[in-house]
DNA sequence: GTGAAAGCGCTAACAA
DNA sequence: TTGTTAGCGCTTTCAC
């Protein structure tokens, strides 16, 4: 393994001028610069992360944060941060926070803290207030995705916006009987995401006019699961059945499409349903959602930390502090008009 | 920031009593270890993971090479590395190998080079013979998981056992027309998962003494599309339709299952599937399948990494190199016997 | 624009 | 068991 020394030695120059040959940082004449890149590639030298990291302070490398690996919004999160920070030499370590105890404890009280990472991502993270104090502590940049992350620079979309983007779709379409599916209030007003998009909801029909009776809310975890269970309380009622349902996520939608077909329904004839995200299934399942873009929320997240950690002048302000996140309606084949 | 000095200095020892106290490394005095322990936790020290790096050649950190992460079966086998990963102290770096390119390229030439990580884990990955070398050229403990790497010790299910236990569990039901749904041949022969299984599945079609006709066997792609179109074509015949699909995987099993249903046909009255990788969506499904454990197999090959990175005489012949990874038959709902 | 030299914070001989 | 002493391989002043 060819040593920064041996580049130096090959090339005919210091060790110093090989350091800013490679890093650009300071200046070299364009003759030394070559002398000392072709000396790298025929040595195959590549600058060992860790003392460079000792000299400088700096990791070139970021940790990202999750709840969850295996869901698709977070992989496609972490798949998106990866791709951006690669595509500027950065690493990217991951750390999996689950239910409380020693291991989570120590992602705050340990790994975090070790110096490996330049910035922090955290993705819909559910922290404590002691936690958020660890993260802060770090002084290191920080982004929160998509999460209810008091006091840390968040990037999501307008989640009450996005709620009413689908009734109001299904509204224009001239529904008048909507129920909704998703996020339950049980938990002490825990991931206002639940609580938004419901909110949502609410403002859209309230501006309507329209009344929505107790009933017509049940509550769907993000699971298909709970909204296939859901979408039958809805749509087995005798009477006063709902000929459409804004479901909470993605999963909850492809959740009530199937209780519709096992109820011997067609979706959209006898019942609309809209979901949100755009899941990778929602195309399968022809549902109409709202699109948000996780792959490109986390390059985002990705960008603001690079803005910190290489302030130029050039983008001080191009990219301002909390830009609203884009979403979009997808319109498929799981909303038509109410049969006449 | 605290630093070794500075504990050294509350506790009234040297910096290197510091570090062999905390490490474990070395043999300290129970008192002073306790004094320094103390002191490393007023302090609140945690000790610098590069000048660590750098000082003994150890990062303490595993790169983990996948080709997708928004896909369940990696995703749940980085789920399960990063956790053993994080139980033993050490932190996850995640790189992902996308179509070629510089991109690709550079996470051979640039990113696994940098000293950053102990030892690497590949998951399922297809690599041209230079970049095997490449892994082999960093000399570090290397393991595959799931996928043909050749001369790479890799952990991987029996795939041909697997596709015979699905087969044989449909064959002792009583079924005889079986079609056979996945791993498509076009490729040079690329990705012997996919061969790997349909050979299974002959087989155990061979040792019943039932031959196949070529149209039974239909290529799918891993994903719920491919397998959607494979079951419309196989139970659309007007003649000679299977009473029972072996598909390749849940996600191709899945797929079969929407066709059927969209057909009009009862699963499994009226036709029986089963799967390999008991995939989160299987149980919703009531699919029948092999399961497969990826979180383990994940777990698994960091136990194989720390065997090499801390040959302890104690497990240096408790985890013996190739242990066949275990799988197992769930029968669920999608399987019957066929009609009479 | 380039080199010399100091030092980042730790670990590992080697002594004591 | 503990302290002393060199580095690990880079980056970054500070001169020139």
Chains 1, 2 share one sequence.
């Not at 000396?39 to 060992?48: C, F, K, W």
């Not at 919004?73 to 500027?88: D, H, K, P, T």
């Not at 009776?213 to 309380?233: L, W």
Request: one cysteine or more; aromatic letters at 6%; charged letters at 20%.
């Amino acid at each position: 393994m060819a040593s920064i020394t041996d580049v130096a030695a090959l090339a005919g120059v210091s060790a110093a001028t090989v350091s800013r040959a490679l890093s650009g940082n300071g200046h070299v004449s364009a003759a030394t610069r070559g002398k000392v890149v072709e000396a790298a590639e025929t040595l195959g030298y590549v600058a060992s992360s860790s003392a460079s990291s000792l000299a400088s302070g700096r990791t070139r490398n970021v940790g990202v944060v999750v709840p969850f690996v295996d869901r698709w919004y977070f992989s496609a999160v972490i798949e998106g941060a990866q791709r951006a920070l690669m595509e500027r030499g950065y690493d990217l370590t991951l750390y999996t926070l689950r239910e409380d105890g020693a291991a989570r404890a120590s992602v705050f009280e340990q790994f975090l803290l070790r110096k490996r990472v330049d910035a922090v991502i955290a993705v819909s993270l559910e922290l404590t207030e002691a936690e958020v104090q660890r993260l802060h502590a770090l002084h290191k940049p920080l982004v929160g995705i998509g999460g209810p992350l008091t006091g840390v620079r968040t990037l999501t979309i307008d989640n009450p916006a996005v709620a009413r983007l689908c009734t109001e779709h299904l509204l224009a379409l001239g529904h008048t009987r909507i129920a909704f599916a998703g996020g339950s209030l049980d938990e002490d007003g825990a991931f206002d995401l639940n609580l938004s998009r419901r909110q949502g909801f609410a403002q859209a029909m309230h501006g309507a006019g329209i009344d929505v009776p107790d009933e017509d809310y049940r509550s769907a975890e993000y699971s298909i699961d709970t909204g296939y269970v859901a979408a039958k309380q809805l749509l087995g009622r005798p009477h006063g059945r709902p000929t459409a349902i804004v479901a909470g996520s993605d999963e909850v939608a492809i959740g009530c499409i199937l209780a519709a077909k096992d109820l011997g329904m067609s979706v959209p004839r006898d019942v609309s349903i809209t979901g949100i995200d755009d899941h990778e299934l929602a195309a399968f399942f022809d549902l109409t959602t709202v699109a948000q873009f996780p792959q490109r929320q986390g390059a985002l997240a990705v960008e603001l930390l690079m803005d910190d950690l290489h302030p130029d002048a050039a983008d001080a302000d191009a990219a301002p502090r909390s830009t609203a996140l884009p979403f979009e309606l997808v319109v498929r084949g799981s909303t038509a008009r109410p049969a006449p």
